[in-house]
């Protein structure tokens, strides 16, 4: 009964209801933001894809934000987040609009990917704040369960998002910039509806509780990376966090390898190059199965980390993973078909999710709420920058039709290096008590599916 009160508990709170709306809204027109935006540039009868055009797409909207995304982190902590969710939805659905004018005209590539970037940039930005602002809607006993409810809803409304984009895109006639176009367009209306739905939080609910002016424009880069350093040291200062930050880059760099590999599989080997409906139909069983992972994985992670600790938890993701690569290598060797990659995919998916909300549990017991954006935006930065890095290798070393089993192989050490680093930790750790946040808690969570 303890998970069903910790649950019961969290949906209890009025200001946790509302920004658990403002996020699932949002994230549903990531989905189909993020579909229009894979069709219009992966799968579209005029452009074939490869390793590399895909490592170019995610580059192009992610290394912005890495740049970027810590100095708006110095912003989260001065700015009202409440705000920041209102006016950053509106930004972004006004750039959203000006996406979908681009795709319908004749317009170069470039300029979309441009107009693209500022508005991933924005997203990232509105992501780190609800992460922020989570221990000001909940009790911090309680931040593991609400870390399992709000993001893998979250998620699972951008894999709902995406599932209906998919539908959206074949009642509109199939490929075709034009429906791309109008699916973005409809993005941008649900973009405005997330933004409304952040008026209903009072406008401190968010916090932060003290907001410090901004620095003066000549001194702004100079202040914000002073106060990203303090950031940093505030993570190297726990031990926990700095785990935390080491396992979220090497399983993002292995989710970011696998994603190019899966991308490649379903477009151009378990369906004609030349029919890109076939292959983004495959797409959206892709992201069906992830979304079911990341559900298994919010199930099993709280009552894991209750049992036998945050690490322990992540150690048992990790072997998930390899169990996941290894699978992979003998269904890509072997030249088996889509289901046995769903498999491999399910895993990964609870594999990202476990370790999403062990993480995100982690920095914000450990971390003081003053801290608490720029730790976000950094922890983004390792997030992105981990996947961006991981898309560029396999642009050079992921053939074009995805089959590359000797890459999966390398992966699955990566797991299983990770794990046993991890195993070696607890056993040199200091005895202590169980962590008593982790002992009232329930579920778990990702920010976006392979």
């Given at each position: 009964?303890g998970?069903?009160r910790?649950?019961?508990a ?7 209801r ?5 996020r699932?809204t949002?994230?549903?027109a ?5 579909t229009?935006?894979?069709s ?20 192009v909207?992610l290394l ?13 902590d ?5 705000q920041?969710l209102l006016?950053?939805?509106i930004?972004r659905a006004?750039?959203?609009c ?10 170069p590539?470039?300029a979309?990917?441009v107009?693209g970037v500022?508005t991933?940039s924005?997203?990232?930005l ?10 000001r ?7 593991v369960?609400?870390n ?11 894999v709902t ?16 910039d034009?429906n791309?176009?109008v ?6 209306v ?29 001194q702004?880069?100079?202040a ?8 940093v040291r505030a ?10 930050f080491a ?6 760099f ?8 899966t991308?490649l599989?379903?477009?151009n080997?378990f369906?004609s190059p030349?029919e890109?409906?076939?292959?983004l ?8 199965v992830v ?5 298994i994985g ?9 049992a036998?600790?945050t690490l322990?938890?992540l ?8 169990t996941a690569?290894?699978i992979?290598?003998v ?6 078909g889509?289901t046995?990659?769903?498999l491999?995919?399910?895993l990964l998916?609870?594999?990202a999710?476990?370790?999403?909300v ?21 922890y ?8 961006v890095?991981a898309a560029a290798?396999g642009a ?5 039709d995805?089959?590359?089993?000797v890459?999966e192989?390398?992966?699955a050490v990566?797991?299983?290096v990770?794990a046993i ?7 040199s750790a200091p005895p202590?008590r169980p962590?008593?946040p ?8 990702v920010?976006?599916p392979i």
């Amino acid at each position: 009964m303890g998970p069903l009160r910790d649950l019961a508990a969290v949906f209890g709170s009025r200001g946790f209801r509302r920004l658990l709306s403002v996020r699932v809204t949002g994230q549903f027109a990531d989905g189909l933001f993020q579909t229009a935006l894979a069709s219009y540039v992966l799968f579209s009868p005029e452009r074939q894809a490869d390793a590399r055009s895909i490592a170019g797409a995610f580059a192009v909207l992610l290394l912005p934000y890495c740049v970027l995304g810590p100095f708006m982190g110095v912003f989260i902590d001065r700015w009202r987040r409440r705000q920041i969710l209102l006016v950053a939805n509106i930004f972004r659905a006004v750039l959203t609009c000006v996406i979908a004018l681009i795709a319908a005209s004749s317009a170069p590539e470039y300029a979309l990917l441009v107009v693209g970037v500022i508005t991933i940039s924005a997203n990232r930005l509105i992501l780190a704040a609800l992460g922020a602002a989570i221990p000001r809607v909940v009790p911090l006993e309680r931040v593991v369960t609400a870390n399992a409810v709000a993001p893998t809803l979250g998620t699972l409304a951008t894999v709902t998002g995406a599932s209906a984009g998919v539908g959206l895109r074949f009642l509109l006639g199939g490929a075709g910039d034009t429906n791309d176009s109008v699916l973005i367009a409809a993005a941008a209306v649900v973009y405005v509806i997330a933004g409304a739905l952040a008026l209903r939080l009072a406008v401190d609910a968010l916090g932060p509780e003290a907001r410090l002016e901004l620095p003066p424009t000549l001194q702004a880069v100079t202040a914000v990376t002073r106060e990203l350093s303090q950031g940093v040291r505030a993570v190297l200062s726990h031990r926990g966090a700095r785990e935390s930050f080491a396992v979220t880059g090497a399983q993002r760099f292995a989710f970011g390898v696998a994603t190019v590999a899966t991308v490649l599989l379903v477009r151009n080997t378990f369906a004609s190059p030349a029919e890109p409906d076939a292959g983004l139909a495959n797409l959206a069983r892709v992201v069906l199965v992830v979304g079911i992972g990341l559900l298994i994985g919010a199930v099993a992670t709280p009552s894991l980390a209750r049992a036998v600790g945050t690490l322990r938890t992540l150690v048992i993701a990790m072997v998930l993973g390899a169990t996941a690569e290894v699978i992979r290598v003998v269904a890509t060797a072997q030249g088996l078909g889509l289901t046995i990659v769903l498999l491999s995919v399910l895993l990964l998916g609870m594999t990202a999710q476990m370790t999403k909300v062990s993480v995100d549990s982690t920095l914000q017991r450990e971390l003081d709420d003053s801290f608490r954006g720029r730790t976000f935006s950094l922890y983004d930065l390792v997030f992105n920058a981990a996947f961006v890095a991981a898309a560029a290798i396999g642009a050079f070393s992921i053939p074009s039709d995805g089959n590359a089993p000797v890459v999966e192989a390398v992966l699955a050490v990566l797991y299983a290096v990770v794990a046993i680093a991890l195993a070696r930790a607890i056993r040199s750790a200091p005895p202590t008590r169980p962590e008593e946040p982790l002992q009232p808690v329930v579920d778990p969570a990702v920010h976006d599916p392979i």
